[in-house]
């Protein structure tokens, strides 16, 4: 057993799946997600009958046509993607791992403080986490996060995939740092150098790494000697959304009113408790098919109606086409606004003050002894009486 384990999640094409909804039948033939509107033409995640064809994610539109004329395009859903993928990590959260999602579809945890809950072994853990995502997952196991990630992808439906040591890997090939978001952009120049799998780049001196890719490339030399960077578990959050359906798509100043809406709802949830807002999802459902959905991070924390209507009213100019639905979530919540802090402040006061309205009128009905606080004199003394004294209260 080696010191610790990381365990991977993986989903294959996870939001080519859920763009596809009820058309399953699409999957088996060359798909792919059309690229976002308003962004770079290339492409998203492709079905394996389009691999086939030597069409990648990423590629351009014009070029993966032309590799593939019968290349199905899905409208993208990153909206439901989010929604899927949050209830995918709820599920795992349920079992008592602490996740930190790479991507979605991608997600890896600690599975030392599992092993005792699900006997003892790397293979319960893993079972429990079949059972808690589902069939088609990919499961894999490894000291370090890079190992586990690379397990996973070579692992089968049913089958998971434990690798003892970073050495393992030396015979795959060197795209697997594609997994990586930092360092994704070294698959390629790696392959035109002539490096082809993990022990080649393993004998790569550290400095020559370092001179040609900079930081990515002694992260890479880090990963592929069995040394990565410890997990960020995402902490715990709740779910705070808003939805308004929008008559006849609306549009303008319509989608202008219905964030006014949106804002002051979420600002209103009970479950916010005073606490401001850091970053929000802003999404929407689209007439013509697919969804919508921008991330927005305030540079401060929020929770003035006013501002907040202002950084977002400019994001909606990004919706594509127009909406059905407008949705408001909060993502990252921030400290207790200052009114909120005085507005309790002013309760305590308020409390204060009704207690010694109180003690007045006792020592008005009863005389100066109806209220008397407990004093300490002696608190070491050996004799009860005199360890206190009561004395009146003075609130």
Same mark, same amino acid.
């Given at each position: 057993?080696?010191?610790?384990?990381?365990?991977?999640?993986?989903?294959?094409?996870?939001?080519?799946?859920?763009?596809?909804?009820?058309?399953?039948?699409?999957?088996?033939?060359?798909?792919?997600?059309?690229?976002?509107? %308003?962004?770079?033409?290339?492409?998203?995640?492709?079905?394996?009958?389009?691999?086939?064809?030597?069409?990648?994610?990423?590629?351009?539109?014009?070029?993966?046509?032309?590799?593939?004329?019968?290349?199905?395009?899905?409208?993208?859903?990153?909206?439901?993607?989010?929604?899927?993928?949050?209830?995918?990590?709820?599920?795992?959260?349920?079992?008592?791992?602490?996740?930190?999602?790479?991507?979605?579809?991608?997600?890896?945890?600690?599975?030392?403080?599992?092993?005792?809950?699900?006997?003892?072994?790397?293979?319960?853990?893993?079972?429990?986490?079949?059972?808690?995502?589902?069939?088609?997952?990919?499961?894999?196991?490894?000291?370090?996060?890079?190992?586990?990630?690379?397990?996973?992808?070579?692992?089968?439906?049913?089958?998971?995939?434990?690798?003892?040591?970073?050495?393992?890997?030396?015979?795959?090939?060197? %795209?697997?740092?594609?997994?990586?978001?930092?360092?994704?952009?070294?698959?390629?120049?790696?392959?035109?150098?002539?490096?082809?799998?993990?022990?080649?780049?393993?004998?790569?001196?550290?400095?020559?790494?370092?001179?040609?890719?900079?930081?990515?490339?002694?992260?890479?030399?880090?990963?592929?000697?069995?040394?990565?960077?410890?997990?960020?578990?995402?902490?715990?959050?709740?779910?705070?959304?808003?939805?308004?359906?929008?008559?006849?798509?609306?549009?303008?100043?319509?989608?202008?009113?219905?964030?006014?809406?949106?804002?002051?709802?979420?600002?209103?949830?009970?479950?916010?408790?005073?606490?401001?807002?850091?970053?929000?999802?802003?999404?929407?459902?689209?007439?013509?098919?697919?969804?919508?959905?921008?991330?927005?991070?305030?540079?401060?924390?929020?929770?003035?109606?006013?501002?907040?209507?202002?950084?977002?009213?400019?994001?909606?100019?990004?919706?594509?086409?127009?909406?059905?639905?407008?949705?408001?979530?909060?993502?990252?919540?921030?400290?207790?606004?200052?009114?909120?802090?005085?507005?309790?402040?002013?309760?305590?006061?308020?409390?204060?003050?009704?207690?010694?309205?109180?003690?007045?009128?006792?020592?008005?009905?009863?005389?100066?002894?109806?209220?008397?606080?407990?004093?300490?004199?002696?608190?070491?003394?050996?004799?009860?009486?005199?360890?206190?004294?009561?004395?009146?209260?003075?609130?």
């Amino acid at each position: 057993m080696f010191a610790y384990v990381i365990v991977s999640v993986l989903l294959p094409r996870f939001e080519l799946v859920v763009a596809s909804g009820d058309r399953k039948a699409l999957l088996g033939e060359p798909a792919a997600l059309a690229p976002e509107p %308003g962004k770079e033409q290339k492409i998203g995640e492709v079905s394996l009958a389009a691999e086939a064809f030597g069409v990648r994610r990423g590629m351009r539109l014009g070029e993966a046509l032309a590799r593939c004329p019968r290349l199905a395009l899905l409208p993208p859903d990153p909206l439901g993607v989010a929604d899927a993928w949050d209830a995918a990590l709820e599920r795992l959260e349920g079992i008592g791992a602490a996740v930190e999602p790479q991507r979605p579809g991608l997600a890896c945890f600690d599975a030392r403080g599992l092993l005792r809950l699900h006997g003892g072994r790397v293979e319960g853990v893993l079972d429990a986490a079949r059972a808690a995502i589902g069939a088609s997952v990919r499961l894999g196991a490894g000291p370090t996060r890079f190992v586990a990630i690379a397990a996973a992808s070579r692992a089968r439906a049913r089958r998971p995939e434990i690798v003892r040591e970073a050495s393992a890997l030396a015979g795959e090939p060197v %795209g697997l740092l594609a997994l990586r978001e930092e360092t994704a952009v070294l698959a390629e120049p790696l392959e035109r150098l002539g490096i082809a799998t993990l022990g080649e780049l393993a004998a790569v001196p550290r400095a020559a790494l370092a001179d040609r890719f900079g930081p990515a490339g002694l992260l890479a030399a880090d990963l592929v000697a069995g040394s990565d960077t410890p997990l960020r578990p995402r902490p715990a959050s709740e779910r705070l959304e808003e939805t308004l359906e929008l008559p006849e798509s609306g549009s303008g100043e319509q989608l202008e009113r219905a964030l006014e809406i949106l804002i002051d709802r979420l600002l209103a949830r009970r479950e916010r408790r005073g606490r401001t807002l850091r970053a929000v999802a802003l999404s929407a459902t689209l007439v013509e098919g697919g969804t919508w959905r921008e991330r927005i991070v305030f540079r401060e924390a929020l929770a003035d109606r006013a501002r907040m209507r202002l950084a977002l009213g400019g994001h909606l100019l990004k919706l594509p086409a127009p909406a059905e639905t407008l949705r408001l979530g909060a993502e990252r919540f921030g400290p207790p606004h200052a009114t909120g802090r005085a507005l309790f402040d002013d309760r305590l006061a308020q409390r204060r003050a009704r207690l010694r309205e109180a003690v007045r009128q006792a020592r008005a009905a009863a005389g100066p002894d109806a209220a008397l606080r407990v004093l300490e004199v002696d608190p070491g003394s050996r004799i009860p009486e005199r360890r206190a004294v009561l004395t009146p209260f003075e609130g």
